[in-house]
């Protein structure tokens, strides 16, 4: 029943479609409102959500503020436990019988899933080409920070997870903000806060995790298949992301387990194959990273608008702060909650300061960022087609490869993001109306495969970066616990009372 169920959605959005390719005019004209409609919507959304604060806008300020205050106050666990995450990940602790759905790693790939992506390849060439190459220094400063952001939500998530009677999970910040708070004797407060978070999640669902992967893998596949109409493109990504998030987390695990260390290889080697083949550039390359970030040129803003892309698009790529890789991560077979944090405090390493400063060193070495040809697709933010571009200029069928990766990327962080919203969706609903979420879901795919890029982007970050309002709150009420939890885990770990299971 429930995969009929399944059909009949998919037909729903297949007929409208097939019929919108039999009348050319129709179908431009209906794309043309759509975009129109959307842009409006996006202008007044943004300019509420990013009001600027000593030349900050507020969210940077408080993604900022909340990664150094959790660094600080786990005293610097991201640099502490790095080696004992990796024996955690590779599986020397794990134990079936823990209640759980998903192992640790599939727990990582599944979170890695919703975080390497788009905001990795498109989302650096934004930052680059706006706030100039010293952005991806700021980037990684912002990565580094944010892993302990990571470390703290993960944590929390497992601590308050709810294991249902069929043995599913239900966890991240809507629980551990309402819980949490009310064991805290702030009841009302944690419920305001995990309401506010679901909300935001819902819409970061639809919005930058995707329409916005879905707009700019539409940009990078159609410089390979250049006759490819977009609304095709949508409709196709539709189908696809609907077949796979029928199965819930176990199946998105299981996809993402596979997809995301194979696209991630792929993806580096092609990088790295550029980058060493430009050798000599390496060090010019690095040098105008670095001057570029504290003596920026020709950068609205100066160094602090350089400051604002490195953070802004780090966080929209990383997500730490977020709240939402939690969701993934309180799903993980551990007894152990400490244990999880310390495995999700290895995404933005892996996403942020390996694989995006990957992007930043060949974005920067091909000067496509600068060069003159290249300033159309800078000016209208189509980060994919930049990175395609950088990746053409060194061997004309790179793109073709860029564009495989872009699109499992892309589909990778769709599937996990579809899990995230509808774990919220089920927090506010109690579980009803869960059909109607999907269908919302893939209809805002489509949309996002027709829309203007510089649209998709502001609505992206507005959805996706507000989530760390209540998250962070949150956060900084119950982060006293988790150092606790932390000094006890460290504590045991030192005398050898955790025997590795393999």
């Not at 989302?123 to 706030?131: K, R, T, Y």
């Not at 043995?167 to 009841?187: F, V």
């Not at 999907?438 to 996706?464: C, E, M, Q, R, W």
Request: charged share 15%; aromatic share 12%.
């Amino acid at each position: 029943m429930k995969r009929i169920s399944w059909l009949y959605m998919l037909l729903f959005l297949l007929i409208p479609t097939v019929a919108l390719a039999a009348e050319p005019e129709a179908t431009d004209s209906l794309i043309n409102n759509i975009d129109r409609v959307f842009s409006s919507f996006v202008d007044i959304i943004f300019s509420i959500l990013f009001v600027k604060i000593g030349g900050f806008p507020l969210i940077v300020l408080w993604l900022i503020i909340g990664a150094i205050f959790f660094t600080i106050r786990m005293q610097f666990i991201n640099i502490r436990a790095f080696k004992h995450a990796i024996d955690i990940v590779t599986g020397k602790y794990d134990d079936p019988d823990d209640q759980g759905e998903v192992t640790h790693f599939q727990a990582l790939a599944a979170a890695l899933s919703g975080t390497v992506g788009l905001g990795n390849i498109a989302g650096v060439a934004v930052a680059v080409s706006v706030g100039g190459p010293g952005a991806a220094l700021w980037m990684t400063v912002a990565g580094f920070f944010g892993m302990t952001s990571k470390f703290v939500e993960c944590t929390l998530a497992q601590k308050y997870r709810i294991v249902k009677a069929d043995g599913t999970i239900s966890g991240g910040p809507m629980r551990y903000l309402s819980k949490g708070l009310a064991e805290m004797g702030q009841r009302t407060f944690g419920r305001v806060l995990a309401v506010m978070f679901s909300v935001l999640c819902i819409s970061a669902a639809f919005g930058g995790a995707n329409m916005f992967q879905a707009n700019q893998s539409y940009g990078a596949v159609s410089t390979v298949l250049p006759r490819l109409p977009s609304w095709v493109y949508g409709l196709v990504l539709v189908v696809l992301v609907g077949l796979v998030i029928i199965g819930g987390i176990r199946r998105i695990g299981m996809v993402a387990g596979t997809l995301v260390p194979l696209m991630c290889v792929l993806y580096v080697l092609v990088s790295l194959f550029i980058i060493l083949t430009n050798f000599t550039e390496i060090p010019g390359a690095i040098a105008t990273i670095i001057s570029g970030a504290f003596s920026p040129e020709a950068v609205e803003g100066g160094i602090i608008g350089v400051i604002i892309q490195g953070f802004q698009r780090s966080a929209f790529s990383n997500e730490a702060g977020v709240g939402s890789a939690a969701i993934a991560h309180s799903a993980a077979r551990t007894d152990e909650p400490i244990r999880e944090g310390l495995v999700a405090l290895l995404e933005p390493f892996i996403d942020t300061i390996v694989v995006c400063n990957m992007t930043a060193l060949v974005i920067v070495i091909t000067n496509v960022y600068n060069a003159d040809e290249f300033a159309p697709l800078r000016e209208a933010k189509k980060g994919a087609e930049l990175t395609s571009a950088a990746f053409g200029t060194v061997l004309d069928w790179f793109p073709i490869l860029l564009a495989i990766a872009v699109f499992c990327f892309a589909f990778s962080t769709m599937i996990s993001w579809s899990y995230y919203g509808e774990r919220c969706w089920d927090y506010l609903s109690g579980g009803r109306g869960l059909i109607i979420y999907k269908i919302l879901f893939l209809i805002a795919a489509f949309v996002g495969s027709v829309s203007k890029p510089s649209s998709v982007i502001n609505f992206s970050d507005a959805t996706l970066l507000s989530m760390a309002f209540p998250n962070i709150l949150g956060g900084y009420f119950l982060c006293g616990q988790v150092a606790k939890d932390l000094q006890d885990y460290i504590g045991r770990l030192s005398r050898g009372e955790m025997i590795p299971t393999k």
